[in-house]
């Protein structure tokens, strides 16, 4: 079967908006599609394979919800499916040169 790489993304994207914790696997089953088509998708259309986008993906959100929520850390954390708020605070730190709350302090939209 042949799909429309760029219709595959924009679906992924809408499912991993409503769920970020959203895995290969999830994606797969939801869309009805193979994971390496899944895969193939994301590294045709971002240059990135389907891990390192999903990261990527989960940093942008966690950087918004740090910007402009309350949530703390740890739901932010648990909300994108990490399991411990320590794991999270090293790949938001990994990404972005800060720790979350650091990120949090100096963000201009935060309430």
Known sequence: M????????TSITTLMQSDPKRTLGDLSRELAMERHTIEKAVRTL???PFREWRLAFQMEQAAQALATSNLTVKEIA???GYRSPRAFSRAFRATFGVRPVEYR???ADHP
Do not use: A, D
Request: charged share 10%; proline share 0%; aromatic share 12%.
């Open 2 to 9: 042949v799909y429309n790489l760029s219709v595959v993304v």
């Open 46 to 48: 971002t240059g990135k």
């Open 78 to 80: 648990f909300n994108l």
């Open 105 to 107: 302090r100096t963000s």
